[in-house]
């Protein structure tokens, strides 16, 4: 992950030592997020859930065009949170021994929740092609640099086993992960004046977020593993460029 960033910083640095034309911009957008989360390789009674939710977020960043084609950028994301129930429990009047039917009866309810919320912070190279004067397509490449907060809670509502039986609470814990993975993105931005562009992208973020979580609770499982997350964005932004007089002197096509 480190080399990945390491490899971007060089381009950029290397870049920005050659050219001539310079052109610094400051962008803001919004962001409708699909997230999906799949979990791989959980233990104990939360192996199987799945979340997904759609919401938005919102990202502020800086960039610096080289060439007429060629960008690098900065971003900061918040791509919004996801939330949902991963297990439900009823159990009622239930042999403590399913094998012996003269084992005392116990009775339990209670239901597993979880929420997340997702943000990265985003280096990346960007490649633009003009269609015309005023409009123009591009592509992205870059690395996300993302961060992970998740909160899982346990609300036992009924436990009446004998012999470990659950205190009936609400239980809590909490989990934070960070990592990098690639990301791409892809859009369009049209030229309102020199200086202002407006601009709508779909951004691609994948990653795994560890969510390892010790329940706390005697005679329940603690929740390990990984979820695989997928974040789809449709983003709509404005840029403000500040031209350089040095656009005025010089013309580099890459």
Do not use: C
């Not at 990945?4 to 001539?20: D, P």
């Amino acid at each position: 992950m480190k080399n990945h960033i390491l490899i971007v910083a060089i381009v950029i640095l290397s870049l920005s030592g050659s050219s001539v034309f310079a052109e610094f911009y400051l962008g803001a957008q919004v962001n409708a997020n699909s997230i999906d989360a799949d979990p791989t390789g959980f233990v104990g009674a939360n192996s199987l859930w799945t979340v997904s939710d759609d919401n938005s977020g919102f990202s502020v960043g800086a960039g610096w065009k080289f060439t007429k084609n060629l960008s690098a950028e900065l971003h900061y994301s918040y791509l919004g949170n996801i939330a949902g129930t991963t297990l439900s429990v009823e159990t009622i009047n239930t042999p403590l021994d399913r094998t012996d039917p003269d084992s005392p009866r116990y009775s339990h309810a209670s239901i597993h929740e979880m929420e997340a919320e997702f943000s990265t912070l985003t280096p990346a190279i960007k490649i633009s092609l003009p269609a015309d004067e005023s409009f123009y397509v591009y592509a992205k490449l870059g690395i996300d640099v993302w961060q992970s907060d998740a909160t899982f809670s346990y609300n036992v509502t009924l436990d009446d086993r004998p012999d470990n039986g659950i205190e009936p609470g609400l239980y809590v814990g909490t989990t934070t992960d960070s990592g990098a993975n690639l990301f791409f993105g892809a859009g369009g931005v049209f030229n309102i004046s020199p200086a202002m562009k407006i601009y709508a992208e779909y951004d691609i973020h994948r990653f795994n977020a560890a969510l390892n979580i010790a329940s706390g609770i005697s005679g329940t499982p603690d929740i390990a593993g990984e979820a695989e997350i997928s974040v789809n964005s449709i983003t709509f932004g404005i840029e403000y460029h500040f031209v350089s007089f040095v656009d005025e002197l010089f013309e580099v096509d890459f």
